[in-house]
């Protein structure tokens, strides 16, 4: 499978963009905020995750995403 770099790297600023604007998100939230499928929106979650500036975090509500937290 063959990926789209920069369609990749589009997607994780649309997706880190809105983080920007809510204090965390699920899956759901960002699938419907971002209009991406679910695949781009994994693709894009992972990039962001792999650059370190975003965080995934399970809460007892369920697993949201939010901007990373730098170290003190």
Do not use: P, W
């Not at 699920?26 to 792999?50: H, I, P």
């Amino acid at each position: 499978m063959k990926f789209n770099i920069q369609a990749i790297k589009t997607n994780s600023r649309k997706v880190y963009d809105i983080l920007l604007r809510y204090t965390h998100c699920t899956f759901g939230e960002l699938e419907k905020r971002c209009n991406l499928a679910s695949t781009d929106l994994c693709m894009a979650l992972l990039q962001l995750l792999r650059e370190k500036k975003i965080e995934q975090v399970s809460e007892n509500e369920g697993v949201y995403y939010r901007l990373a937290v730098a170290a003190a």
